[in-house]
């Protein structure tokens, strides 16, 4: 497996509420990135984090925030879920993706937004 | 234009046969480019890198066509196993942060 781990894997939520999903990168990967995959597309870039800073950021709303700790795990945090918020929710962490930009996948959360 | 295109197929062939997809990016500064492999409900996995001069692993073969901006994947006598959707990435190459763009994915079904 990637060493790469997603919490929780599946997540029910209504309109407005907030939802924080988790991750665990793999060991000594410093940098993670988030991504949103509708049914039938392919992943999204939400954002990405390099040692606690968010250091790139895709077309999706403030509502999308995160943050990522000294151990390099991180959070994806949604405000005011919409309808269209619901997807299965991607993160991967690379060790250095300057040099060598590969990208390991979590299983992901599924969230589905009623 | 997307930045990163792909037909979406489904590619319906027999096992055994030869398979082609390609992927079309429009930003030229794009540096690496791979081929993951996404199962029903499963994480994208990688599959392979694709460099300049093109490269093989097994049954795999990637190309790259800067000049035309697309990058290929060849899969020689599929397996049922085979089945899944193949997503093209595409990276600018920089110091640190990496755009990275996915396709929207080819969905390939390998038939008995």
């Known amino acids: 497996e990637t060493g790469v781990t997603q919490s929780p894997t599946h997540l029910i939520k209504t309109r407005g509420q907030q939802v924080t999903l988790r991750c665990s990168s793999q060991?000594?990967?410093?940098?993670v990135s988030w991504y949103q995959q509708a049914l039938g597309q392919g992943p999204q870039f939400i954002f990405q984090?390099?040692?606690?800073?968010?250091?790139g950021r895709g077309n999706f709303p403030p509502r999308f925030s995160g943050l990522q700790f000294p151990n390099y795990s991180s959070e994806l945090n949604v405000n005011a879920l919409e309808l269209d918020d619901s997807a299965l929710y991607l993160c991967a962490s690379s060790e250095n993706p300057g040099t060598t930009p590969k990208w390991y996948f979590g299983a992901g959360t599924r969230l589905s937004v009623l | 234009r997307k930045e990163v295109e792909q037909d979406p197929g489904p590619f319906n062939v027999p096992e055994g046969a030869t398979v082609a997809f390609n992927c079309t990016y429009s930003n030229s500064a794009s540096q690496s480019f791979f081929w993951y492999r996404q199962d029903c409900r499963k994480e994208p996995k990688l599959l392979m890198s694709v460099y300049s001069s093109g490269n093989e692993d097994g049954r795999f073969t990637a190309q790259l066509n800067r000049a035309s901006q697309y990058i290929s994947l060849l899969i020689r006598d599929s397996k049922l196993s085979d089945s899944a959707t193949y997503l093209c990435?595409?990276?600018?190459?920089?110091?640190?942060?990496?755009?990275?763009?996915f396709g929207t994915g080819t969905k390939l079904q390998v038939i008995p």
């Open positions: 984090y390099y040692r606690e800073e968010e250091n």
């Open positions: 060991s000594g990967h410093n940098t």
């Open positions: 990435v595409v990276i600018p190459l920089s110091g640190g942060y990496q755009k990275v763009t």
